[in-house]
């Protein structure tokens, strides 16, 4: 009886490592043991800066919202404390798209923020 192997799984299997390794420089495209390496390794770091990707965002309308609060005048943990205190419900993600695309309306606010910071401290 012959011995059985699993040649044509085994290819199947390379092949479909190769597919993902497309695109990819060096021997990592072509030889498997580099490219069995380079898959994981790519897996990994998908995996990790699919979460990196939403705290790398929250850090740049922090920045932006904080550029806008220091030309009018407040810091940026003031105008959100403000915020709070005058019941706008808007994220960071609104408020800096405001910023940039309506700073009129985003104007409005930052005075409803005074007068709510104004009537805190009278109180």
Request: aromatic residues 8%.
């Amino acid at each position: 009886m012959p011995r059985s192997t699993s040649g044509a799984a085994t290819h199947r299997k390379k092949v479909r490592m190769f597919r993902q390794t497309k695109g990819y420089r060096g021997p990592r495209k072509n030889r498997y043991r580099l490219a069995k390496e380079a898959v994981l390794r790519a897996g990994v770091n998908a995996f990790r800066d699919r979460r990196r990707r939403k705290r790398e965002f929250r850090s740049l309308w922090i920045t932006r919202l904080t550029a806008v609060c220091r030309q009018e005048g407040l810091r940026y943990s003031t105008f959100i404390h403000g915020c709070m205190l005058a019941n706008i419900a808007l994220n960071r993600k609104l408020l800096s798209e405001m910023a940039i695309h309506d700073p009129a309306a985003l104007g409005v606010i930052f005075g409803l923020v005074r007068e709510a910071l104004k009537n805190k401290q009278v109180a």
